[in-house]
């Protein structure tokens, strides 16, 4: 009689003979080094470029720190229920403050921390929007009053701006803040349901402050949208005050890990000083409204975060390209029929044009963000520090000119960035085929959190119209023979000076790539404002138009911010240590491996403006494009290596530096997975789910 199976003890560790298995050759660590051994650069004078030598140092001191701090422990990253990631992000978050304190971090270590964590902690909004709300926006009253207890964490805020019916027109939020001059107080109401506060982070359950968007009313006349500080929840018992309804609104898309809540108020009374008021203020003898002195100031402060965006799209793609590079130089697959006679084995998926079509791009669009990101933070810093807007010295038409351009590049490159990095992060995963689909690749993560970018901080499309409405607006200055010094206004000027001459411009020049992009983008501003100025037609009408005239534009700054980049790298004096010669001319490549790859993936524009001919586009497309393809292929590697993303951060089995990548995977799988340490009754007639609830009770642990 068959006894059946012989039963085995429950365990999780793998037998003898499975421990002895060795991937099959090559092994990813021997490709690895072939790949960085063919290779010139040299990445850590690269990364040096890329993000300074002091923040490498920091970078190299606060992973230090974190990774061998057992609360930032990762290796349960990706198992547990959303209640078990918030309470995870939520002791991260305290221990970050612990260690700030501990080995006095400033701003600049402080922020190297949160990114290399990799996730949002529960504290996220109030380190990045309630704190800088109150600096950007109190007055120094009020930052004695808040600020110093915020940044003490004694008080924990957040900043509630968009509502369950609102997010992007900001002028129609629903919540008032009514001014009662018989006790100088502001009244603050949710009148509907879709006055609801909606998506703001760390309001759900970790906050207990605010600083809430309403409605200023005074004597029955709205003055628009104000920021006041509200207290939501009790400061010993967590609960929630009088009149205020507040809590989770449920699981995402991603960013499982943070709070995001709803709130509501009913006569909700707060003081007078509560009113953030560095710009405009009520004022209590009168109870008249003081409009600020220079409104110009604000909009600075609100373009701050769209410009960090840039800079930060870089360094999201660039986690995906690590891991996707460096796994598509291990992986191996098939064999090329019309490959050299004597390869052994199977072809490095890395090889396959097909894939580097895919990549490499990205590499090179993921350096261009990273220098515009750099270059829009100093124009933002310069902006506002260096007088040129609401100081004394400067005309008012000035001021505005130099807002509306700031206000312009912010709007268009937040969008075009984060558009870009969300969708090369998705790119990124399908190249590492089935096993990108892992949460152990690494990247889902990333990009499950990141594609919110695409929304927060205004929706990329109702940007992208902004700044087309800024661009009519200078062509129709150079129409009228008062063209602004802003980027735009000279490239507008210089297109409507020579339009209607022959020009012809050659790919083999990169300047001439630059203007290539410039004069597409001039002739599509032109072509807009012809079709705005047509009777009966709509601006709604216009959108797509718009849309496109804004990324042309965007594509123009990007391609314009690495070109001068490379040009000021080249004309400066020797610096110690150097990238050589062969080194930054693989820069170049990179340069206009991106020019190429957006010219051929808008060809019409480029032709129908007479930028380009037939021929040139042909060129581009078949020629250039492929050969500077197998130009960089050589040096994939050390480029991601540049981007000095450790494996603590990465978290990937994938995007491992030593190339170990199917026996982590195995571990991971194996080993770490807590639904191997569970034995379930799979009969359907048995009520059991799982036999060992002892077991089953651990993973609350785990």
């Keep these: ?204 359950r970790t906050a207990n402050y605010a600083i809430i968007m309403a409605q200023l009313i005074i004597a029955g006349k709205e003055y628009g949208p104000h920021p006041f500080v509200c207290q939501i929840r009790d400061l010993v018992t967590h609960e929630p005050l009088g009149g205020i309804y507040v809590g989770d609104i449920g699981p995402k898309f991603g960013y499982n890990m943070v709070d995001n809540g709803f709130l509501l108020l009913n006569q909700v009374k707060i003081p007078h000083v509560n009113m953030l008021a560095r710009f405009s203020r009520v004022d209590p003898k009168t109870n008249t409204y003081i409009p600020p002195e220079s409104p110009a ?149 990333v990009f499950k959190d990141y594609v919110a970018s695409q929304t927060y901080e205004g929706d990329n499309f109702v940007l992208g119209q902004q700044t087309a409405n800024y661009l009519l607006k200078q062509a129709q200055m150079v129409a009228q023979g008062t063209p602004s010094e802003s980027i735009a206004g000279k490239n507008l000027s210089r297109y409507a000076a020579v339009k209607n001459e022959p020009i012809r411009f050659s790919l083999d020049s990169d300047g001439d790539l630059v203007a290539v992009f410039g004069w597409r983008a001039a002739y599509l501003t032109f072509k807009t404002l012809q079709q705005s100025l047509i009777p009966g037609k709509t601006r709604n009408q216009l959108q797509v138009a718009m849309w496109k005239l804004c990324t042309a534009h965007c594509q123009f700054l990007v391609i314009r911010g690495f070109y001068e980049r490379l040009a000021v790298l080249a004309s400066t004096p020797t610096p110690e240590p150097q990238l050589g010669p062969e080194a930054r001319e693989v820069l170049w490549k990179l340069f206009r491996l991106y020019a190429v790859f957006l010219i051929q993936s808008e060809p019409y524009d480029f032709f129908a403006s007479k930028a380009l001919q037939v021929e040139q586009l042909e060129h581009a497309n078949t020629v250039m494009f492929m050969q500077l393809l197998a130009d960089i292929r050589p040096h994939a590697v050390k480029l991601v290596d540049a981007w000095n993303l450790p494996d603590w951060l990465l978290d990937s089995s994938l995007g491992r530096y030593d190339g170990r990548v199917y026996e982590d995977l195995f571990q991971r799988a194996t080993q770490s997975n807590p639904l191997n340490r569970i034995s379930v009754d799979p009969r359907p007639y048995s009520s059991t789910i799982i036999k060992d609830e002892s077991v089953s009770g651990a993973r609350s642990n785990l």
């Design 297 to 445: 100031r604000i909009y600075v402060t609100l373009t701050k975060i769209r410009c960090a965006l840039v800079l930060e799209s870089a360094r999201n793609m660039a986690r995906g390209l690590t891991i996707a590079i460096r796994y598509s130089a291990v992986r191996c697959q098939f064999q090329d029929p019309a490959g050299n006679p004597a390869q052994i084995g199977e072809t490095q998926v890395l090889d396959y044009t097909m894939v580097q079509y895919r990549l490499l791009p990205l590499l090179a669009e993921s350096l261009a963000l990273n220098f515009t990101g750099q270059a829009t933070i100093a124009f933002h810093g310069e902006t506002k520090d260096t007088g040129k807007v609401g100081q004394p010295g400067n005309s008012a038409d000035s001021r505005k000119e130099v807002l509306a351009e700031l206000h312009a590049t912010s709007c268009g490159l937040k969008a075009y960035a984060t558009s870009a990095a969300a969708q090369g992060l998705e790119l990124c995963r399908r190249a590492c085929g089935g096993h990108g689909y892992s949460s152990f690749s690494g990247i889902g993560n």
């Design 1 to 204: 009689m068959n006894a059946g199976p012989m039963k085995r003890p429950h365990t999780t560790l793998p037998p003898s003979w499975v421990t002895k298995l060795q991937p099959s050759k090559p092994h990813g660590p021997d490709l690895l080094s072939s790949e960085r051994q063919n290779s010139v650069i040299d990445p850590n004078i690269l990364a040096n470029l890329l993000h300074t030598k002091e923040a490498v140092e920091i970078q190299r001191r606060v992973l230090e720190v974190l990774q061998n701090d057992e609360v930032f422990d990762k290796t349960g990253n990706y198992f547990g229920s959303r209640l078990e990631q918030f309470k995870t992000s939520l002791s991260r978050g305290k221990r970050l403050h612990q260690l700030q304190q501990a080995y006095h971090w400033n701003e600049q270590e402080f922020a190297c921390a949160l990114e290399l964590i990799g996730d949002s902690t529960a504290y996220a909004i109030h380190w990045k929007g309630f704190l800088s709300g109150i600096r950007e926006q109190g007055t120094p009253e009020q930052q004695e009053l808040f600020l110093r207890r915020a940044e003490k964490m004694e008080i924990i805020g957040c900043f509630c701006q968009t509502e369950l019916g609102h997010g992007s027109n900001v002028r129609k939020l629903e919540t008032t803040a009514t001014w009662d001059p018989s006790d100088q107080t502001f009244i603050l109401h949710s009148p509907h349901l879709t006055a609801s506060k909606w998506w703001a982070g760390t309001l759900g």
